[in-house]
């Protein structure tokens, strides 16, 4: 069994991974967008599903019945395929240099590094994921026919993805990736001190990517409730954070239970 001192930064209790050693960060970000290029397509009923679910008030599928085929769940893939890969290159490559300059940093090997950095790949990231998820949600929620009309009414008003910032890319995105990483980084390298090894077998990756995204997904699930309906709104003006969230409670449906983040779970069953 190899000593984890060998794998250790000099200025920190970090233990880099050994695929961060065989692999660049470009190598990363090219390997991640494909795998999780491969699990957005497999698992996208789920997605279609939840965000239904999510962006009506009691959850009511009635208005949706006639999106109910093949075509319909996959609604919105389009724009998720031509920009998912991208944006998890930037993504992983953003998050990677962000931990590992933090690394050297004031913040050290703590929790807070893993959180600030996966907070930066998403703000790093988002002029790709914004556009994306926009065009991907109304897609699915049929305020779009297809997905030409998604990209011209996107490029004809880029102003409105302005508006889904905060929401989206602020209060969602950066929260789950700051949790994610947290939750996965923090598992991976107890794992590391406790077999004295950087390397994992594929089944311990498998289930600390599921326990992570399982973790995230119940934390997060609140936000991207509140998410989906204001970027899901048919107004011209979409209700505020504030509104949306007070309205939600009302009906005590914040956290849309146990269906949207089984959904949510299933989805984020692959973190890394």
């Given at each position: 069994?190899?000593?984890?001192?060998?794998?250790?930064?000099?200025?920190?209790?970090?233990?880099?991974?050994?695929?961060?050693?065989?692999?660049?960060?470009?190598?990363?970000?090219?390997?991640?967008?494909?795998?999780?290029?491969?699990?957005?397509?497999?698992?996208?009923?789920?997605?279609?599903?939840?965000?239904?679910?999510?962006?009506?008030?009691?959850?009511?599928?009635?208005?949706?019945?006639?999106?109910?085929?093949?075509?319909?769940?996959?609604?919105?893939?389009?724009?998720?395929?031509?920009?998912?890969?991208?944006?998890?290159?930037?993504?992983?490559?953003?998050?990677?240099?962000?931990?590992?300059?933090?690394?050297?940093?004031?913040?050290?090997?703590?929790?807070?590094?893993?959180?600030?950095?996966?907070?930066?790949?998403?703000?790093?990231?988002?002029?790709?994921?914004?556009?994306?998820?926009?065009?991907?949600?109304?897609?699915?929620?049929?305020?779009?026919?297809?997905?030409?009309?998604?990209?011209?009414?996107?490029?004809?008003?880029?102003?409105?993805?302005?508006?889904?910032?905060?929401?989206?890319?602020?209060?969602?995105?950066?929260?789950?990736?700051?949790?994610?990483?947290?939750?996965?980084?923090?598992?991976?390298?107890?794992?590391?001190?406790?077999?004295?090894?950087?390397?994992?077998?594929?089944?311990?990756?498998?289930?600390?990517?599921?326990?992570?995204?399982?973790?995230?997904?119940?934390?997060?699930?609140?936000?991207?409730?509140?998410?989906?309906?204001?970027?899901g709104s048919s107004s011209e003006t979409p209700p505020g954070?504030?509104?949306t969230a007070k309205s939600i409670w009302r009906v005590s449906?914040?956290?849309?239970?146990?269906?949207?983040?089984?959904?949510?779970?299933?989805?984020?069953?692959?973190?890394?």
């Open positions: 069994m190899s000593s984890v001192s060998d794998d250790t930064e000099s200025s920190s209790h970090f233990v880099t991974p050994a695929s961060d050693v065989r692999l660049s960060a470009t190598q990363q970000a090219l390997a991640g967008s494909t795998a999780k290029g491969a699990t957005k397509l497999i698992l996208y009923p789920l997605d279609t599903f939840k965000s239904r679910r999510q962006a009506r008030r009691f959850g009511e599928l009635q208005e949706f019945r006639h999106l109910q085929t093949l075509r319909g769940v996959y609604r919105g893939i389009v724009p998720k395929l031509l920009l998912y890969s991208p944006y998890q290159a930037v993504y992983m490559s953003a998050y990677i240099t962000a931990r590992d300059h933090l690394l050297q940093g004031p913040l050290g090997d703590s929790v807070a590094t893993f959180a600030v950095a996966g907070a930066v790949a998403e703000v790093a990231g988002s002029a790709i994921r914004l556009p994306m998820e926009v065009a991907k949600l109304r897609l699915q929620l049929g305020a779009y026919s297809n997905s030409f009309q998604a990209f011209k009414d996107i490029l004809m008003n880029p102003w409105r993805l302005t508006r889904g910032f905060v929401p989206q890319t602020i209060m969602h995105d950066c929260s789950y990736s700051a949790c994610g990483w947290l939750f996965f980084e923090s598992g991976r390298q107890w794992l590391y001190s406790l077999r004295g090894s950087s390397n994992l077998p594929v089944y311990e990756n498998l289930l600390l990517g599921f326990a992570a995204g399982t973790l995230t997904s119940l934390v997060t699930n609140p936000f991207d409730v509140i998410k989906t309906r204001i970027i954070i504030l509104s449906y914040i956290w849309r239970p146990a269906m949207d983040c089984t959904c949510s779970c299933t989805k984020s069953s692959s973190f890394k």
